[in-house]
């Protein structure tokens, strides 16, 4: 396989995959930033928009109060580099060394550089190139999916309204959507903050996944210990055996061939982002970044791998995905 500049995007998840003037068209990069206190929480997202209504934005939610930005930008002020990730949204600038802010929306003035040290990326195969499997060649999905960090360290300074957060010795975690829509029904979790073990990394989400004329309930998750990767999938052939959601809490147990996973997480309330639907930036979900979880990694046998409490759990229910599951 060829690399270096020549390498397909479709192995390189992190950069731009949009044509330069897309139809019906969004992508979007989520970074969190979590001081090393773990009482400063923030999520930017930045992202482009090809619609009726063409803009890019840049998108924020601070975890502790729950309020939201969005700052948008004429479609100009939208730049990229084709070989690496690296992305500008006017004066703000987007990549895996850091990120600069110059953020102005309204009651937010945010400013500053961070670092980012340590990236984790997903690890890559020829036959499941990015968190998505074989399903990252299909060429008629509707919500492409991509995990650019699993875990890193942060650096540097935010000025927030005037006031400075220090996010040295801080913790990061990024990854991005891009496509026409996201689902129609989706429930999204994560964490990279467990006491029990500093380097551990977990993401679930499940999804109504349109496809051709019907659809299915798929679902995409992975859990890093000690550096490795356990994946658990739709397409290696896992399985949820169980999912549900109540007022306080979500609870899914997955399976594979040679492990299962179970996760219960504790809902906290979330800030009001927006979301795209056929490339317009016009749908609003909530996300929690403020919530925890538990899992609890197993083999088969029964015999406890891993044990342990996330903090700063992101969390975002939409819809209603558990009524594809007959249980």
């Known amino acids: 396989m060829q690399t270096g500049l020549t390498t397909p995007r479709l192995f390189r998840p992190s950069v731009y995959q949009g044509r330069k003037n897309p139809a019906n068209y969004f992508e979007g990069w ?3 930033l979590v001081d090393a206190g773990g009482d400063r929480i923030w999520s930017v997202i930045p992202g482009v928009s090809y619609s009726d209504d063409p803009h890019c934005f ?3 939610i601070h975890a502790n109060s729950g309020k939201t930005w969005y700052r948008r930008h004429d479609i100009q002020a939208f730049s990229f580099t084709q ?3 690296s992305v500008k949204i006017g004066p703000n600038a987007f990549s895996l060394e850091g990120l600069q802010l110059d953020l102005d ?11 980012i040290e340590g990236v984790h990326p997903f690890p890559f195969r020829l036959l499941a190139p990015g968190i998505m499997g074989w399903y990252s060649y299909v060429p008629f999905m509707e919500c492409y999916h991509g995990v650019v960090s699993m875990q890193h360290w942060l650096g540097g300074t935010l000025r927030v309204n005037g006031k400075e957060i220090s996010f040295d010795g801080g913790k990061g975690y990024i990854e991005k959507d891009w496509g026409r829509s996201m689902p129609s029904d989706w429930i999204w979790m994560q964490s990279n903050h467990f006491r029990e073990d500093d380097q551990a990394s977990f993401m679930l989400s ?16 992975f859990l890093m210990l000690n550096g490795k990767v356990y994946r658990f999938a739709t ?4 399985v949820i055996s169980r999912i549900g959601v109540r007022d306080g809490e979500v609870l899914v147990e997955l399976a594979n061939r040679r492990h299962k996973l179970k996760v219960r997480v504790e809902r906290k309330e979330g ?3 927006k979301a795209p639907r056929h490339g317009s930036m016009d749908r609003e979900i909530t996300e929690s970044i403020v919530s925890s979880l538990t899992l609890e990694l197993s083999d088969q046998r029964g015999t406890v791998l891993f044990s342990g409490k996330g903090l700063h759990a992101g969390l975002e229910i939409v819809g209603d995905v558990t009524r594809y599951f007959p249980y």
């Open 30 to 32: 989520y970074f969190k």
């Open 58 to 60: 840049v998108q924020v």
């Open 83 to 85: 070989n690496k990730f």
């Open 105 to 115: 929306a309204g009651d937010l003035r945010m400013e500053g550089t961070l670092r």
């Open 206 to 221: 499940v999804a109504r996944i349109p496809w051709r004329k019907s659809f299915f309930p798929g679902f995409l998750s």
């Open 235 to 238: 397409w290696n052939r896992s």
């Open 271 to 273: 800030g009001i982002l």
